[in-house]
């Protein structure tokens, strides 16, 4: 517990040193406004949920980052559990309070590397780290924890309590609403369905081609071969950890849903036309490109063409290859019928993500760090001859 306490205490100077990013992280400002006490969950109930997607065994070493002032009672109830299952409490993180995420033009410096080593160093012998509200990607911690997740160590569950969208793919603030709903699909999900049914669905994938259209004329068709396919079906045990093929097998996100693939990229052949959305903070309609090959070969849009120019220049390379395949399964995260909106980052029963950009978390060859996650709704998608999802309902086969 000593060189715990060492640890952090060089991890704490190398942050104190950082001074502001440049950019604040948009999420933050998903979360100006929403107060705590404006909700009431049990919170008890949550901690205890996770603990056991966890499946803690005795002696495993447990570390939370949590963000200041977010979720302090789940953290307290979380390390209460921890304690209870004869796991070792580690204590809290503070990540830091300013993130560049949404910022292209960010570039890690010395002290942010140094942080990052810090944190890695401090990290490697925790066995679970939970990632609770307001922790992200660019925190040096954040990033420290998916080096060594990278290297087989470790696993994670994440907690973000975000990834709200409206059905253009722009982020929602935090709200009740989000809240709640986020409560009760943690507490109320069949896990064991949800579970049997993508391993249906990852069977059917790796015998048959998959085709995705959409009533706006996407029509796209892929293979996924050996490719690992990621089922975030809330198995956060040591036992699932340890079949792990990719980065994100080790990231258990909950609530849960989705499954996720790189397809083959040579595999990937059709057009995708996107719905209404926003590309460098501008507008753009009638968004269309055509793959050959996994990679962007022509494209149009009937407005905003410029954003969409800017952006992919910005972005590079990975701007025009095709990223990931992902299906939402869980029911109690499906898009609302009455104000719909999209619930945890397309999670939801039916839901449909076709994302462009950098792979190599999934197992796949692109790589170049850009990520564009693209939601569609009111897509069918076709397994060989049998149909899944259908005006962007799961219709899985009986």
Not at 64 to 83: E, I, K, M
Not at 89 to 103: C, I, L, N, S, Y
Not at 110 to 117: G, K, L, Q, T
Request: glycine share 10%; proline share 6%; with cysteine.
């Amino acid at each position: 517990m000593k060189m715990m306490t060492t640890k952090m205490g060089i991890l704490a100077l190398a942050l104190l040193t950082l001074g502001p990013l440049s950019g604040v992280a948009a999420s933050a400002q998903l979360w100006a406004g929403w107060q705590e006490q404006e909700w009431h969950p049990d919170w008890e109930a949550l901690a205890e949920a996770i603990a056991y997607r966890l499946e803690l065994q005795p002696g495993e070493k447990v570390l939370l980052l949590t963000y200041p002032g977010r979720f302090q009672s789940l953290a307290d109830q979380l390390r209460s559990q921890v304690r209870r299952a004869g796991a070792v409490d580690m204590g809290q993180m503070e990540v830091w309070r300013f993130t560049p995420t949404g910022d292209p033009a960010f570039q890690p410096d010395e002290a942010w590397n140094r942080a990052r080593e810090a944190a890695r160093e401090m990290l490697s012998d925790v066995d679970v780290t939970l990632k609770l509200p307001g922790a992200l990607p660019f925190h040096a911690p954040y990033q420290a924890v998916q080096d060594l997740l990278r290297q087989g160590k470790g696993r994670t569950v994440h907690f973000h309590w975000e990834g709200a969208y409206d059905l253009q793919g722009n982020a929602l603030p935090v709200s009740e609403r989000v809240s709640r709903l986020y409560e009760k699909a943690v507490l109320e999900t069949d896990y064991d369905a949800v579970a049997e049914t993508q391993r249906s669905f990852e069977s059917a994938m790796r015998q048959h081609p998959v085709r995705v259209t959409t009533p706006a004329g996407t029509d796209i068709t892929f293979r996924i071969g050996g490719r690992p396919v990621t089922r975030q079906d809330g198995d956060a045990s040591a036992t699932r950890a340890s079949q792990a093929r990719n980065l994100i097998d080790r990231e258990v996100e909950l609530p849960c849903g989705a499954i996720r693939v790189a397809p083959l990229e040579e595999s990937v052949e059709g057009v995708i036309v996107f719905p209404e959305t926003t590309w460098a903070g501008q507008k753009v309609r009638n968004l269309r490109m055509r793959f050959e090959r996994g990679r962007v070969a022509e494209w149009s849009a009937q407005e905003g063409a410029q954003a969409v120019q800017e952006e992919m220049a910005q972005a590079g390379d990975a701007s025009r290859a095709f990223r990931e395949f992902a299906l939402g399964f869980n029911p109690l995260l499906a898009v609302p019928r009455e104000d719909p909106w999209i619930p945890y980052y397309g999670y939801g029963a039916g839901v449909v993500r076709l994302s462009l950009g950098d792979n190599s978390e999934l197992g796949g060859n692109v790589g170049g760090g850009y990520v564009r996650w693209n939601f569609f709704v009111d897509a069918d998608v076709q397994v060989g001859d049998e149909a899944w999802v259908q005006q962007g309902r799961l219709t899985a086969p009986r």
